[in-house]
């Protein structure tokens, strides 16, 4: 039997003017949020404008935006669902708005996840032009070599490889637990302690 799917391939073409209507409404917003410009609306459309346009003359700005626009509408959706389930399980509204006012373990979480995003989209969008860099200019001269190795032509590649080097996850692993050790140390050098 046959599975309907939906084919929307053809919305690629349409992206540059996605990336453009989305850049224009959130400079936009920006500026008339800040009043960095004023509150003349002209000045801040036009100013809106030529940045839209500036962002679709380079590839990979656009890039940035494209992979950048989804992540973090799953992260926003994701948090909706969660502040769903509090209050699903009686969570009010004040103590939801309490959490998220006072406790900083949250206001880190979100900051971390998103600048992970962020970096993983300037990954997509510059990546493979920063490859070059440190290849001498000519990401078609690198040759692809074994598994766990980061002299490939692909960025994408190369960010795995190193990623999960052994090396690399000991490291990550070895600041956890100075991490964790540091915080379990300190906790007990609070004010009220005697």
Same mark, same amino acid.
């Given at each position: 039997m046959a599975t309907p799917t939906i084919d929307i391939t053809f919305l690629?073409?349409?992206s540059p003017i996605f990336v453009f209507v989305l850049v224009f409404v959130i400079v936009y917003a920006m500026l008339r949020f800040t009043k960095f410009m004023g509150e003349n609306k002209i000045l801040q459309s036009l100013i809106?404008?030529?940045v839209a346009i500036i962002f679709l003359f380079s590839s990979s700005a656009t890039t940035v935006v494209?992979?950048?626009?989804p992540w973090f509408t799953v992260f926003f959706i994701f948090i909706v669902f969660l502040l769903m389930a509090y209050k699903l399980?009686?969570?009010?509204?004040?103590? +939801?708005?309490?959490? =998220?006012?006072?406790?900083? $373990?949250?206001?880190?979480?979100? *900051?971390?996840v998103g +600048?992970?995003?962020? =970096?993983?989209?300037?990954? $997509?969008?510059?990546?493979?032009? *920063?490859?070059?860099?440190?290849?001498?200019?000519?990401?078609?001269a690198a040759t692809d070599v074994g598994d766990g190795s980061t002299g490939s032509s692909s960025y994408t590649q190369n960010l795995v490889a190193t990623l999960f080097n052994t090396r690399v996850l000991g490291m990550v692993l070895i600041l956890i637990i100075a991490a964790f050790t540091i915080r379990s140390m300190s906790a007990s050098l609070r004010p009220d302690w005697p």
């Open positions: 690629q073409y349409f809106s404008f030529f494209v992979v950048l626009a399980f009686g969570a009010t509204d004040d103590q +939801i708005r309490n959490v =998220l006012a006072n406790v900083h $373990a949250v206001h880190y979480t979100v *900051l971390i +600048i992970i995003i962020l =970096l993983f989209a300037l990954g $997509a969008g510059f990546g493979q032009e *920063l490859l070059g860099f440190t290849q001498g200019g000519d990401t078609a």
